[in-house]
């Protein structure tokens, strides 16, 4: 079992900088790959960035790439999303997720979900 919980959003400008984080309980976390969702405002969920768990590898969806960064400490049971360069497109509750195998978590196929953390991002 992994229980997360998300921090760090918040209102800001777009061009700003936000650095997202989620901290895991459990003591399996070094294995889980680690994931960042969104939802905005009256659309879908969608995958956002994905880092497997030893951090060696990332990926990050075609609208945040060259912005966003993801990282993890396992020592401390966190994931971070590092989020430059903000848009106004960017606005939209974002989740840690977590899964054993990170081409599952990808397409949102985990069972293990934070309660979300809140960006706005204004113009």
């Known amino acids: 079992q992994v229980q997360l919980l998300e921090s760090g959003g918040g209102l800001v400008q777009a061009g700003d900088s936000l650095r997202l984080s989620c901290a895991a309980s459990?003591?399996?976390?070094?294995?889980?790959?680690m994931g960042w969702f969104r939802q905005a405002p009256g659309k879908e969920r969608e995958f956002v960035a994905g880092i497997s768990w030893g951090g060696d590898l990332t990926y990050y969806a075609d609208s945040v790439k060259g912005r966003f960064t993801g990282s993890r400490d396992n020592a401390k049971n966190t994931v971070y999303l590092q989020m430059n360069s903000l848009k106004p497109e960017d606005t939209a509750v974002y989740y840690c997720?977590?899964?054993?195998?990170?081409?599952?978590?990808?397409?949102?196929?985990?069972?293990?979900w934070g309660q979300g953390t809140r960006v706005t991002v204004s113009s």
């Open positions: 997720a977590a899964d054993e195998r990170l081409n599952r978590l990808r397409i949102g196929l985990t069972g293990y």
């Open positions: 459990g003591r399996t976390f070094s294995t889980y790959a």
